[in-house]
T-cell receptor, first 117, second 119 residues
């Protein structure tokens, strides 16, 4: 079964704190892709990162960093020195193969991050 | 970056009427587009996969006669909610994946979403 679990429903931190959003996935595919998207209050989803299953290197982009560990099927997202503008819902997603020969994207339930000034 | 435009962003309609939502990829071609529905404070639920020039593929439990999808060109997909009822009120989001390349590799670009309210 293909599944993405984001166990943290809501997280509140004070500005400048570091925060890690967890993502655990399940798939039988050997080739797959993982994504993180940000959904601010306006509703539009903003792409943050894509990672393929063969690349376990951690990635850093400014205050954002991602830790991909196949051994634990996790793809966690850390925001360093959080800011109020980081407040949003963050979704982890898995690109999964379907029996019809196409790929579809499965989203986790999202983690609502609130950064307090 | 790639842009997907969705229109209208907000629509209010009376029960029993039909509403059409458009999803356009502005600077790339998209053989495949996806339609999602999002309830308040919940995740995105995939409704259907829209394929250019062919019938859409609906997810289990989604009524294809209720949610009509047309993908007439490589840059436009439409979702029509027919005979809308209050329970159809929701946030509908489309996404598109640029054509070409490994299918699983493409990131999805999302529209701004359309908030439908059925009175």
């Amino acid at each position: 079964a293909q599944k993405v679990t984001q166990a943290q429903t809501e997280i509140s931190v004070v500005e400048k704190e570091d925060v890690t959003l967890d993502c655990v996935y399940e798939t039988r595919d050997t080739t797959y892709y993982l994504f993180w998207y940000k959904q601010p209050p306006s509703g539009e989803l903003v792409f943050l990162i894509r990672r393929n299953s063969f690349d376990e290197q951690n990635e850093i982009s400014g205050r954002y960093s991602w830790n991909f560990q196949k051994s634990t099927s996790s793809f966690n997202f850390t925001i360093t020195a959080s800011q109020v503008v980081d407040s949003a819902v963050y979704f982890c997603a898995l690109s999964a193969y379907t029996t019809s020969g196409t790929y579809k994207y499965i989203f986790g339930t999202g983690t609502r991050l609130k950064v307090l000034a | 970056g790639a842009v997907v435009s969705q229109h209208p962003s907000r629509v209010i309609c009376k029960s029993g009427t039909s509403v059409k939502i458009e999803c356009r990829s502005l600077d790339f071609q998209a053989t495949t587009m996806f339609w999602y529905r999002q309830f308040p404070k919940q995740s995105l639920m995939l409704m259907a996969t829209s394929n250019e020039g062919s019938k859409a593929t609906y997810e289990q439990g989604v009524e294809k006669d209720k949610f009509l999808i047309n993908h007439a060109s490589l840059t436009l997909s439409t979702l029509t909610v027919t005979s809308a009822h209050p329970e159809d009120s929701s946030f509908y989001i489309c996404s598109a994946r640029p054509s070409g390349g490994a299918k699983e590799a493409g990131e999805l670009f999302f529209g701004e979403g359309s908030r439908l309210t059925v009175l």
